[in-house]
């Protein structure tokens, strides 16, 4: 006979809560603990995905860029429950990677920030992107130009342009990201921004804008009037 949801243990009234609400209904915790499945030998699902949360800071952008390793550290976690973890959080980018390049075309800074979050939302180390445009401001590629350390990566503008080039660009984006989630931009940001751009005037491949990105949101020179005057 088939057991009744409302027998169900309490490690399952997420599913529960799941069937009868809707995955909008579920609390960040309540869904670890439907990924988790089960407990330890010493703790239930719910309190393991509670610790779960806590161990990034209550931060799911945090969460998701922990690797592996690092989520098998935390106690009650072991391999299969933490490679489950880190699947659903591939799942999640990969979804939204799709939903954003469908639309291909730019018509706002948002629009870059929803490509290149993809790429540099999730980086505990610095990463500078170029995005190359076709004369209607559709996207012909994303090309990662440096990586770099916590606080800083090189940018040739050579590789930028020669880069933009090769994809007969007839514009360019160009973006990196901020581990530490400041979005200001550094004097250093400010010098490469004005570089590039003299760069694109003198080879008729002018720069539209360039983002600096976090998890929580993004800073766009164009849109602060700066582009010109940084």
């Not at 988790?36 to 209550?58: M, Q």
Request: charged content about 25%; overall charge positive.
């Amino acid at each position: 006979m088939t057991q009744s949801i409302k027998s169900w243990s309490k490690e399952d009234r997420p599913r529960e809560k799941l069937i009868e609400k809707g995955p909008s209904g579920l609390s960040e915790s309540e869904l670890i603990t439907i990924l988790l499945g089960s407990g330890s030998a010493n703790e239930g699902a719910d309190v393991l995905a509670r610790k779960i949360l806590s161990f990034g800071n209550n931060d799911l952008a945090a969460l998701a860029r922990m690797p592996y390793s690092d989520l098998c550290k935390i106690k009650g976690i072991g391999p299969a429950k933490a490679i489950t973890l880190v699947a659903a959080f591939e799942l999640g980018r990969r979804r939204r990677s799709l939903e954003v390049r469908q639309k291909k075309k730019i018509e706002s800074s948002r629009d870059v920030f929803e490509y290149f979050i993809q790429n540099l939302g999730d980086l505990a180390h610095e990463e500078f992107w170029l995005m190359n445009l076709n004369r209607n401001n559709q996207v012909l590629s994303l090309k990662k130009i440096s990586e770099g350390g916590w606080h800083s990566t090189i940018v040739d503008p050579k590789k930028v342009f020669a880069r933009a080039l090769e994809e007969k660009a007839s514009a360019i984006i160009v973006a990196h990201n901020h581990p530490s989630g400041n979005l200001q931009p550094s004097q250093e940001d400010r010098k490469i921004t004005q570089k590039l751009r003299r760069c694109g005037i003198d080879l008729e491949l002018p720069v539209l804008d360039h983002l600096i990105i976090a998890s929580h949101g993004y800073f766009s020179f164009a849109d602060e009037g700066i582009l010109d005057n940084p």
